[in-house]
């Protein structure tokens, strides 16, 4: 595995990721957790175009990935480096650290950060919450999750295989866990205790704040219940998807997507979504 991640080609990545996407989105058709109406094209248009600017940003970004990769590795450098582990574990490890520090940490400090907050808004203003919801990025954000995954890197010593492999897996873990689709109760439940299901991350897509602000985490459920932010409700069909300051369409179409980290909040005359909180 280490020899093919190590050298995976970028179309096979691609390929891998599209895959998942497209066999989602079907199941999306067959069993959706909520029927949205008959505009999937559409919606689905706009969030594969921010796929467009975060492959752009990763780009750029590259070299510098690769070259902090590979000097952790030959030095060794990093956490990881300090005790002998066997590969297994190391990887283990190395995927957990890139999952808090790269996915997680990252996504808790642009909640609770103003100016990082703005441009992560964009993802929380999709009302339709399915899985081409996971592309949905600001490229600046995409830039803080870049350099997250870069930090990641440098503490803990991370091979640029397991890195290639994190990333492939943390991207397909991301489709998943936004998908619309509906898991039985007891089997999407059962997943939360160690992953993060789509009906755990719906709740992190709820117009209310106390919901909005819990279950961060993208592939590991466990650092949602360590750091004392996983939420559930009774109902996940209940909850409002996107931000009341927001419900315009035109926040469904790219452009303004775009322009909305610069734009004053809208004013709102909505009252807050009430809801039963069981942490």
């Known amino acids: 595995m280490s020899e093919f991640f190590e050298h995976i080609p970028s179309h096979y990545r691609t390929a891998m990721l599209v895959a998942g996407l497209v066999i989602l989105w079907l199941i999306e058709g067959v069993i959706p957790r ?14 594969l175009f921010f796929t467009l600017t975060t492959a752009v940003v990763n780009l750029g970004f590259a070299f510098i990935i690769v070259k902090a990769s590979d000097w952790t590795t030959h030095e060794p ?7 002998q582990l066997p590969l297994w574990l190391h990887a283990l490890l190395a995927v957990m650290m890139m999952d808090l520090i790269g ?37 600046v954000e995409s830039v803080f999750r870049v350099g997250a995954l870069l930090l990641a890197i440098l503490i803990t010593g991370i091979p640029i295989w397991m890195v290639m ?9 991301s489709q998943f866990n936004h998908a619309n689709i509906h898991l039985p109760h007891w089997l999407d439940k059962g997943l939360s205790w160690i992953i993060v299901s789509p009906d755990m991350h719906k709740v992190h897509h709820s117009r209310y704040q106390p919901e909005t602000d819990s279950n961060y985490a993208n592939i590991f459920s466990i650092w949602d219940r360590l750091f004392g932010t996983f ?24 452009g303004p997507l775009l322009k909305t980290p610069w734009e004053d909040v809208p004013v709102t005359n909505q009252a807050p979504q009430q809801t039963e909180l069981h942490q």
Do not use: C
């Open 34 to 47: 909520i029927r949205f109406g008959n505009h999937r094209l559409r919606h689905a248009g706009t969030n």
């Open 77 to 83: 450098f990093g956490l990881l480096y300090l005790l």
């Open 103 to 139: 996915a997680y940490l990252v996504h808790l400090i642009q909640h609770k950060t103003a100016w990082m907050w703005h441009f992560h808004k964009i993802h929380h203003t999709d009302t339709a919450v399915d899985a081409t919801t996971a592309l949905r990025h600001h490229p």
């Open 165 to 173: 492999f994190y990333q492939s897996l943390s991207a397909l873990m």
């Open 231 to 254: 939420v559930t409700v009774k109902d996940t069909t209940s909850l409002r998807y996107g931000l009341d300051e927001y419900l315009d369409e035109r926040y469904q179409q790219i």
